[in-house]
């Protein structure tokens, strides 16, 4: 046990490497998807101290290429499930005692190999699974885990630190301690930091986990394992299993021991994740914690004294920076008459410029959407789009999953407000734009707050600052991240704590001291040091 009161080193955020044609940097993650483009991993599943194969595998292709085959996983059953529960809570018995500074210890050296050695690899990886450029990459697999990292370890010790006041003659003092139970992390394909932080912010906390990674991020997770395994994550308290999620689920909600559930995916897959804890709810030891962050609808409305051209580059990245699949992507745009043709000329001038391709080649700023089936769909709606009276295609259109699964950056400018683009999410590089008369931007701030259920990200433009207050204020429960003047994406950690509310997600702010305090449960103790020894109090005389 430590003896101290110990500080971990500050946290901040770290630099964003440019990946400039002849920069180290460059080449050395050139040369890592190189590697592993041509190469073949076998991943299996982790469960305790055990690496499991079981010999029923599928293959793993990059979105960009998909006949090519990088590798392959190991699909687990129910027995799989049962037995990573198992393992989790014998592991918990040593880890939920483990002093916090050996745990921040652990994860801060994740970061650190992140950081260094693994750089490369886990950028690398995230390219080829994920089809993201290595900007996209950097931001992601790289920069922003080592940030969960290191940010968690110090919201952890301010967490510990924040402790009650004591009278005179007792001592108050709170510990606290992980869940009772484990833990499920459920993560999304779209961001490898994601990934990683659900299960990392549970265990850093003291806690055991079962955690089953999206089937297209499988790739870039393996590195993940990787990194905790060499930071030394002891074997068991972070178990990885694939399969039916359906299967693998009922398995895990069925559990007396369920103590909580980190999830970031669909809103109806979490909906339906919190129905089945509520009809088990009977079985459970204690109440489990929901945590989920789900879709979006995410908007930009532009004010009449926008920039058109601040507007367009704030449309041309939010809505287009990989592929639009982020949850926060700008994905509905309300531009006032007076600025739509100049903001949509430059919007089109920027799309015409992209390039699109594998992120192999580091010039291209669009590659491919995940899987055949989000292709399908997009395909779906831009077509339904050109055949629609009141919604024309103005840029973009085209689509082609021939060798990858390939969708145009595409720009759908509607006469309805409430066009089922406008609503409906479709998590890819898709936008649709509605113009409103500028006489009618009070009643377009209502129309923005009222035409999704979503209420993650969103965006003004402005540079009247009467303007700016009224949309701040006319849509504070359909953003619970806001943005002025800027693009509704690249939530950084330590700086804009992330998460939404409505069908969103329980806005519980990944990268921030109130997602860890989810994971904890909180015991007080009270010491009086000299107890009283007769019952009497001065008002009985």
């Not at 367009?312 to 939010?318: D, F, L, P, Q």
Request: proline share 6%.
């Amino acid at each position: 046990m430590g003896k101290g009161f110990f500080h971990v080193p500050t946290a901040i955020n770290e630099p964003v490497k440019a990946y400039a044609p002849g920069s180290p940097e460059r080449e050395a993650v050139s040369k890592q998807y190189k590697e592993y483009f041509n190469g073949s991993v076998d991943v299996p599943m982790y469960i305790g101290n055990e690496e499991v194969r079981t010999g029923n595998t599928r293959n793993m292709t990059p979105p960009h290429d998909h006949q090519h085959v990088v590798g392959q996983y190991h699909i687990g059953d129910k027995s799989h499930a049962e037995k990573a529960i198992a393992n989790a809570l014998e592991a918990r018995k040593a880890w939920a005692q483990m002093p916090w500074e050996q745990r921040a210890a652990i994860f801060l050296r994740a970061a650190e190999l992140i950081a260094g050695p693994y750089r490369a690899k886990i950028n690398a990886a995230t390219m080829i699974a994920q089809s993201k450029t290595i900007h996209q990459a950097e931001i992601d697999a790289a920069c922003e885990l080592i940030d969960f990292l290191r940010f968690n370890v110090e919201y952890m010790s301010d967490i510990y630190d924040e402790q009650p006041n004591s009278d005179e003659g007792i001592w108050n003092r709170v510990e606290y301690r992980p869940l009772e139970g484990f833990v499920y992390a459920i993560t999304p394909f779209n961001f490898t930091a994601i990934a990683a932080n659900l299960p990392a912010s549970a265990a850093m906390m003291g806690n055991v986990v079962v955690w089953k990674p999206s089937d297209s991020q499988i790739f870039s997770a393996k590195v993940i394992v990787d990194v905790f395994k060499e930071a030394g994550v002891p074997d068991g308290v972070i178990n990885v299993i694939y399969g039916d999620p359906v299967e693998i689920t009922d398995v895990v909600l069925a559990s007396p021991d369920f103590a909580g559930i980190h999830f970031t995916g669909s809103t109806y897959v979490f909906k339906e994740l919190w129905k089945k804890i509520g009809e088990n709810i009977h079985t459970y030891k204690t109440y489990p914690r929901i945590v989920g962050e789900t879709g979006g609808k995410d908007f930009i409305i532009a004010h009449p004294s926008a920039n058109p051209k601040q507007v367009a580059t704030g449309i041309s990245r939010g809505a287009f920076e990989f592929q639009g699949q982020k949850c926060s992507a700008a994905s509905r745009v309300y531009l006032p008459k007076s600025l739509a043709e100049e903001t949509l000329n430059y919007v089109k001038e920027d799309i015409a410029s992209f390039k699109m391709g594998s992120p192999e080649d580091m010039s291209n700023f669009i590659t491919a959407v995940i899987h055949e089936g989000s292709f399908d769909k997009l395909a779906k709606y831009i077509d339904q789009a050109k055949a629609d009276a009141d919604a024309e295609i103005i840029a973009g259109g085209n689509y082609d999953k021939s060798k990858g699964y390939f969708v145009e950056p595409t720009v759908i400018l509607t006469t309805n407000p409430k066009y089922t683009t406008m609503e409906t999410e479709l998590f890819g590089p898709v936008v649709t734009v509605y113009v409103y008369e500028d006489a009618d931007w009070a009643e377009t701030l209502q129309l923005v707050d009222g035409t999704s259920e979503y209420a993650l990200t969103g965006a003004v433009f402005s540079t009247d600052r009467y303007a700016i207050a009224e949309a701040t204020k006319a849509l504070e429960n359909c953003a619970g991240n806001f943005y002025v003047n800027d693009k509704p994406t690249g939530a950084v950690v330590g700086q804009q704590p992330f998460g939404g509310a409505r069908a969103s997600g329980t806005n519980d702010k990944a990268g921030s001291a109130q997602n860890l305090l989810r994971w904890v449960s909180p015991r007080l103790i009270k010491e009086t040091f000299v107890s009283p020894t007769d019952y009497r109090y001065p008002f009985l005389g």
